[in-house]
């Protein structure tokens, strides 16, 4: 977010009427329960969404240090089933199906027919079919997009009747360990797997996944049981409700791409770095949209790629800053922040190959000012996942 | 002394011609947790309205319009090592620069605390 005075940043908190004439904003499950918590709401993604509680630091180091409950009940929780499911999402995803084994997660990307990314998401193998989860801003095009490529036998379920919550941070486990019961013990969950347990009375799926770098779990919840669940585990004393303000930050941390800024359909998923979810046997087959031009920069190697950028002093460099190499423009800003956790602020670019080598000194202009930047490895921050 | 506000959620303090500037404690708690203060040097020429500091938070980088025209005498040395004092004391220490006005008249457009707090009433 950038705002250009105090005035545009306090109205950017708010909802103006010419918005709400034009689309309503959406309320989602727990809506009063972030506002009875004073959580300051804004929209995003079509709903009302809360950007922060006690502000944003607090948060995101409480985050880092204990666990953090977020409300992500914006995303699209899709569920795909259906005769002839698996060769069907594999002509629409770079996806192995027949590596991703039942109650494992995976990341994937969906494709233009030009290899331009339209959204990233997670799959998970249920026994039935597959569990999606794709971007709250993306999810109506995602659907469409989806719908129109699935064949009749396949089934796309809008799952608008769960609610999502992401608990984050080192004592997640330790926090959700008690509330749960099931089949089996929560600790048979390592990264990016995911089952059936009944938290508070609810059915729900958890998986240990999410978009903070550390240890922690989502959870697919009934919305009827919502609220119940989100209590429960903010009565926890590890536990404080988490913002998308320091959600915002905590992945820029740890390195996460965010939809929208990081990723659009100019972009592909070679110069993002995002090579891992370009499945090994699909690189060899192909056979998935826009596999041709994402095959041909895979073997020539991207013209740009996404890179992090470490900046001195405490000025940050915000989406859009160009950034140089002497006078000589090499790439543009896509994301960046204050770093509450390292103090100084980081930032992701998408820069000229030849420049993107770890410790390449570059410069990034701010308002005709010229801030010292030096290219660095992501995570910024350590992953804490628990593999 | 007197103590004027604009819509942009500035302040700004006046004695004689000289004036200290700063945003609203109602700006700070909207902005957030302030991380760095880009100020203005002494000596530069402002007009009502340009931008000659910004306030970058953890969520957005935010122009300071002055609220009057003049010239900067002294910016607020503190904000380098202690952005923070923006939000914990943002209409006392955590003021963000002193200028020499160059025309009282600019002030009239101004509103005080009380049409302040109504046009924060408002939002």
């Given at each position: 977010m950038v705002c250009q005075t105090v005035r545009s940043c306090v109205l950017n908190d708010q909802i103006e009427d010419d918005d709400l004439s034009e689309v309503e904003v959406m309320t989602l499950p727990l809506d009063a329960w972030h506002r009875a918590r004073g959580g300051r709401m804004v929209e995003f993604a079509g709903y009302f969404m809360p950007v922060q509680y006690e502000g944003i630091l607090a948060e995101h180091l409480w985050t880092r240090e204990s666990a953090g409950l977020f409300d992500v009940s914006h995303m699209g929780q899709l569920f795909v089933s259906g005769e002839g499911v698996e060769a069907a999402l594999e002509a629409v995803l770079p996806?192995?199906?027949?590596?991703?084994?039942?109650g494992s997660v995976r990341y994937s990307l969906l494709l233009d027919?030009?290899?331009?990314?339209?959204d990233d998401l997670m799959v998970s193998r249920w026994n039935e079919g597959f569990y999606l989860v794709v971007n709250g801003a993306t999810k109506w095009d995602d659907i469409g997009t989806l719908r129109e490529a699935l064949p009749d036998e396949v089934t796309l379920n809008h799952l608008e009747d769960h609610a999502l919550l992401a608990l984050q941070g080192p004592k997640a486990f330790a926090a959700l360990e008690r509330l749960v019961s099931g089949?089996?013990?929560?600790?048979?969950?390592?990264?990016m797997k995911g089952g059936r347990f009944v938290l508070g009375g609810a059915d729900v799926w958890i998986s240990?996944?999410?978009?903070?770098?550390e240890d922690g779990f989502e959870i697919s919840v009934p919305n009827e049981a919502a609220v119940a669940v989100a209590d429960l585990i903010c009565a926890q004393p590890q536990v404080k409700p988490i913002g998308l303000g320091a959600r915002d930050s905590l992945r820029l941390e740890a390195g996460l791409p965010l939809y929208g800024h990081d990723l659009?359909?100019?972009?592909d998923p070679v110069s993002a770095g995002l090579?891992?979810?370009?499945n090994k046997r699909r690189r060899i087959e192909g056979g998935f949209p826009g596999a041709d031009h994402v095959l041909k920069v895979l073997a020539d190697g991207p013209a740009t790629l996404r890179i992090g950028l470490a900046l001195e002093g405490r000025q940050a460099a915000r989406e859009g800053a160009l950034v140089f190499a002497g006078e000589t423009q090499v790439g543009r800003v896509c994301s960046g922040g204050f770093s509450p956790s390292l103090e100084h602020p980081i930032a992701m670019a998408y820069v000229d190959a030849a420049q993107a080598a770890n410790g390449t000194a570059l410069e990034i202009d701010l308002r005709g000012k010229r801030l010292p930047a030096r290219v660095v490895p992501m995570p910024f921050v350590p992953h804490n996942y628990h593999r | 002394m007197t103590r004027y506000f604009t819509e942009d959620h500035e302040w700004i303090e006046v004695e004689g011609d000289a004036g200290t500037v700063g945003i609203t404690d109602y700006a700070q708690s909207q902005l957030?947790?302030?991380?760095y203060v880009d100020l203005p040097e002494a000596g530069a020429a402002v007009k009502?309205?340009?931008?000659?500091c910004v306030v970058d938070s953890v969520k957005a980088a935010s122009d300071v319009y002055s609220p009057v025209s003049g010239t900067v005498s002294?910016?607020?040395?503190?904000?380098?090592?202690?952005?923070e004092l923006v939000n914990t004391?943002?209409?006392?220490?955590?003021w963000l620069f002193r200028l020499t006005l160059s025309?009282?008249?600019?002030?009239?457009?101004l509103m005080d605390a009380d049409g302040y707090a109504e046009f924060v009433k408002g939002l």
């Open positions: 996806i192995d199906l027949s590596t991703l084994k039942l027919e030009n290899g331009g990314i339209l089949e089996y013990p929560l600790s048979a969950l390592t990264f240990r996944s999410g978009y903070t770098g659009s359909p100019d972009t090579t891992f979810g370009i | 957030g947790d302030i991380t009502k309205g340009d931008a000659p002294e910016s607020n040395a503190a904000l380098a090592d202690a952005p004391d943002a209409e006392t220490g955590g025309d009282a008249g600019e002030l009239a457009s």
